[in-house]
């Protein structure tokens, strides 16, 4: 699971898969990452001379963007102007030997530069195009520029997000882009798992405001067959209570959940209103739900008596459902994502061992590793041409073009 030691690895299972990312910020790089981090071999291309924003996205350390080191990794760079009659050629000739293509150009802009599905099929009929739009390839908002923020308001997260009597509320971080990359590698892996059946290629159409919508539960259906419009309810619950945050003794946070009627029981007992369990409400979900401003009180004040270890070890011991609210100083320190490998260290030659989160998740037999972080802009353009077939006086015309 680790990047530091590499040498006794089975063959990852994607080796052999080769990727060209095309797209930014962040649904399709972020895939395409993915991809990288079971064994892809992913080529990512960048404007000569607009990198991909999120190099410059966020904090920095001595110029080089932190952001990128994640979003880039297991990834090798080459500048390539897709506009230009150069690089219009030169990525039909890594086309013609990729496996998947992964794009987020607004729709129409590889058919105006003549690098549409048409002509990349031509080249390479087992190819998987997977494009990535805020809105999809076709409908009445498919031209509008499309961000994961959009897609987070449109799919009625916002609108059940926040406390009742505040705003929608919007996640500080990209959720809908997060969510739309993992659907996307999904896609992907579905689209090549076909492939070995009809022996062709394919699109995948990927819209960042469809796997938003997928995940936030049955909504269109309760509102289909029961006109029901779910609320905002801050951190409680409308399908079982006590579910919320409680503030500790020592001024910390920790969660509770009671999904289960059983969990829900023990914590009651735990905090020492056992009584309450006797109501004929207390027997369902829902039911808790409608009582649980009195709920959180019994829960809520038997927290704030407690420190937050205090209180992990009272819930641990009455095997009921908590957990600490972390900030990342927590997450880094915490034995089981420790113990996991959750956050790992990555050697790099710019800013040296730095920590990041680690592959998606774990395979018994040929796991994924981090082989390097986010490598500079362009900084495998010669290599990659040249192993295309490109001599140097030919790589030395596509930089008199300014097409690399």
């Known amino acids: 699971m680790t990047a530091a030691d590499p040498s006794a690895a089975p063959a990852p299972p994607l080796r052999g898969l080769r990727v060209l990312d095309l797209a930014t910020l962040f649904a399709g ?52 102007d897709l506009s230009a009659p150069g690089g219009r050629d030169t990525l039909l000739r890594l086309a013609a030997d990729a496996d998947v293509i992964v794009e987020n150009f607004r729709p129409g802009t590889l058919e105006r530069w003549d690098l549409g599905w048409d002509e990349l099929s031509a080249v390479n009929p087992r ?41 929608p509320t919007l996640p500080p971080f990209g959720l809908a882009d997060s969510i739309a990359a993992l659907a996307t590698a999904y896609a992907v892996m579905t689209a090549l798992t076909a492939r070995n059946t009809t022996g062709r290629g394919q699109v995948v159409d990927m819209a960042i405001i469809e796997p938003m919508l997928s995940v936030i539960g049955p909504h269109p259906l309760w509102y289909d067959q029961l006109g029901y419009v779910q609320p905002r309810t801050g951190n409680r619950s409308r399908n079982n209570a006590p579910r919320n945050t409680y503030r500790t003794s020592d001024g910390s946070w920790v969660a509770v959940s009671t999904s289960a009627q ?11 209103r056992p009584e309450l369990i006797d109501e004929p409400w207390f027997a369902d979900g829902t039911g808790r739900a ?18 937050r270890e205090e209180a992990l070890a009272a819930f641990e011991k009455a095997e009921a459902a908590i957990a600490p609210v972390y900030d990342v100083r927590d997450v880094l320190a915490d034995p089981q994502f420790q113990a996991l490998d959750t956050v790992t260290e990555v050697p790099d030659p710019e800013l040296g061992p730095i920590r990041m989160q680690n592959v998606l998740f774990r395979l018994s037999e040929t796991p994924g590793r981090i082989r390097w972080a986010g490598r500079p802009h362009g900084a495998d353009t010669t290599e990659l041409l040249t192993e295309l077939g490109l001599t140097g006086a030919e790589i030395a015309a596509l930089r008199e073009e300014g097409a690399v």
């Open 29 to 80: 790089p972020l895939a395409a990452m993915m991809l990288g981090d079971f064994g892809a071999e992913v080529v990512k291309i960048e404007h000569p001379r607009r990198p991909d924003p999120s190099r410059g996205h966020g904090p920095a350390k001595d110029g080089v963007g932190l952001w990128w080191k994640v979003l880039g990794r297991n990834k090798r760079t080459m500048t390539l």
């Open 262 to 272: 059983s969990i829900a029981e023990r914590v009651l007992r735990l905090v020492g």
């Open 290 to 307: 409608a009582h649980a401003e009195l709920l959180d009180e019994a829960v809520g004040s038997w927290i704030a008596r407690h420190t």
């Open 127 to 167: 190819l998987v195009l997977a494009r990535v739009t805020g809105f999809g390839q076709f409908g009445p908002y498919a031209h509008r520029p499309g961000f994961g923020t959009l897609a987070e308001a449109m799919s009625g997260f916002a609108a059940i997000t926040g406390e009742p009597d505040g705003p």
